[in-house]
């Protein structure tokens, strides 16, 4: 006779669990357990929780007090490689793969044999991920791969393990709509297989859709459990949040505001390529405005970004022409854009947006000292001082103070940071690569805010994001990407999110 | 040292030797706004368009013609009219393909002036707020018909002038340019449209200042332009630029070979309207719609006009595309309300009611 869930004892348990940072606490006497085959979403602005709750499952934080029970059994998970062995796997939000080895050897690392047959452990591995349904080449190496291919083989990695629990941290943030129905639908396997899933998002609606709990927590304190149809998004925005948060934080139907007239041509960009990512684009970008740019994963987007930011090259013949004001360019590093007011804030802060272990201060400084309005050889530990505590109070970062090291903070603070440090570069031209990925409902707000005021100020601000309703809430102007190219351009009024998805698909 | 990056820059088609063009996005983002004109006029090939004491009157071939009375043509000449204007006395200037300028109605009605010899390619005309009359001659190789050639080409011999009616005496203001194809007078400096250079550039009239440029990089060769109401300003472009037409133009060798062999109806070069022969070049490509690989080529004509601001920033366009029946707009023109357009590859003189502004 099967039992349902509620019925069986829980699978995992957490009693008075806290963890304090140099005598901060960052979780504080935390109540959760998971049930065998339940779907059970962690939710909480940045700073909440989350993600030291979920470290201290995995093995990567020990807590300071409290105790923690497998299947009844009180133990003590010191270290990633027990949590595994407890059957604990994790999903991480930046993945945590071998850049340089391959996808079969990442899928298998930890878990070789004495002696490997390359070959059978791809073929292994190209079984494996078809069974999962993602497209993803064994052979190639990671550091080959978009993000999104990352997360799939972080996810195939975790369900390889055969994991009792998997923790998924963002696992939606870089998926296309239809790789994110085929996660939905992996994961109703693995429950219906009894694996018991912690899902943290800070896509609400999917939380609500995919998830049978709900566990909200606040300042590292635990707010409510509860079934998932006893929530809507307005109570759980209310219990994260600690107020009613405007419901229109991506705008309301009919309540929009009237798009900002375009200013002075900032950005031309005609006929670039870059093999076979960006392929013959063209577009412009123009002062005073947010001009939005909508792709799906692999549309070409970042890849133009990076371009025109000096990080990539296009191709050496014919790549085509990237004008500032006017004037072509061809920056062979980012310090030569920058110059030229041209400030890119990476979609990966934490692969190349900071130095985590160096402080506020230290990384605000860098983005400082890598401009022209840098002076003289010699670094300033006044001024480094002076300006994270300006960036600090202007961008409403929380730390305990500016020598507080960035890994120590949050996803949201960490995305402050990283503004920051293209900020503090006096630009011209912002481009934002998916600037909320990972952050708290807060914090986008103050984000979306910040992106605002910056094309008010009269900057040319480029915003980039998978998310929809991000891109037409902020944009002046909606471009959308498609295989390589700008497809289409849409006004605020006309860029419904049918025809914007239309677009970027067909 | 800049001889080697010149190479360098051609072997790796970079700088100014990368084929590109600008996009049609922003203020030029495509819609078919000039399909929704009324047509007022169904002539020839109507090319430019003056306001005069007689109404508006729109040039075609030999003859000048009243928007209001087309069966009967204003006036009649024994050469084909390069540019016409209208004038602030009523009358209207209109200069003619082998250089002369004729005076009708006004304070000089009928008076004709002889041409300057170095002038033989009329493209625009403009009054000057001093009673002179300002003379764009395009070119000083070849013949306003023969525009193809000269951009083919590659040449930059146009140049501006200044006439005074009453003494018929020429000076000129400034040259060389690549193809001046449109005049506005801005009282102390006079905005010429240069076709070839896709640009609009601001010259002094005594030409003692160095020309300076006001827009650049337009997406299409711009003709005529003329002032609207709210400061406006309206820039006729008479045909699109494409990156096949550039990289013909940056080929000298094979331009050569295909102006001395080819009819230059069927020549890679942009026009007033294609599509009308199944021997004229395409461009191949492909485009991918709704996951079907279609083929696709793009027009070498297209019907555009650019609505700018007082400073000549672009603000908002109309656009005939590539399956539109308004290509080859070479003036246009704000009548009491209404924004007038000769679409001279299409035989049309068209209106759209409240300006346009709608766009």
Redesign the interface.
Known sequence: MNRSPQALPPLLEMKGVGKQYRGVAALKDIDFDLRRGEVHAILGENGAGKSTLVKILSGAVTPTQGEIRIEGQKVQIAGPALARRYGIAMVYQETSLVPSMTVAQNLYLGDEKFFNRLRGTYIDAQQFLQSLNFPVEPTATVQSLGTAKRQMVEIARAVRLKAKVIIFDEPTATLTPEEKHHLFALIDRLRRDQVSIIFISHALEEALEISDRITILRDGAHVVTDEAKAFSRETIIRHMVGRALSDDLYGRAGARRAPRP?G??RL????LSMQNLVRNT???V?AGQVTGIFGLVGSGRTETARIIAGVAKRD??????V?ID?R?V?YRTPRSAVGDGVVYVTEDRKGDGFFETMSVADNVYIGKISSRSSRGPFASRGESRELAARWTKTLNIRALNSDSRVIELSGGNQQKVVIAKGLVQSPRLVIFDEPTRGVDVGAIAEIHQLIGGLADDGLAVVVISSYLPEILNLSD?V?VAR?GR?VE?L?PDQATPEAVMFAAV? | MIALTKALDRWFGRGEFSITVPPLDGAFRANDALEAAGVVLEVGAPDGLAVTSRGLLASCGRKLIGINDPAAPAASFDAEIGAVAGLPDGGAAVGLVDGRIVFLGGQHDSRTIAAHAEIRCITALAPAADGALIVANGSATYAAADWQRDLMAKRASGSVWRLAPDSGAWSRISGPLAFPYGLIDEGGAIVVSESWRCALTRISPGGRVRPQTVVEALPAYPSRLSRGADDAIWLALFAPRSQLVEFVLSERRFRERMMAEIDPAFWVAPCLRSGQSALEPIQQGGVKQLGVLKPWSPSRSYGLIARLDGSYRPTASLHSRAHGHRHGVTSCLEFEGRLYFTAKGDGVVAALADNGATQ
């Open positions: 375009a002075a041509k031309s960009v005609q006929n063209s577009f412009s123009f050496s013949f014919h790549g085509g022409d004008r006017g072509p061809r102007r471009l295989q700008i351009e006004s067909y």
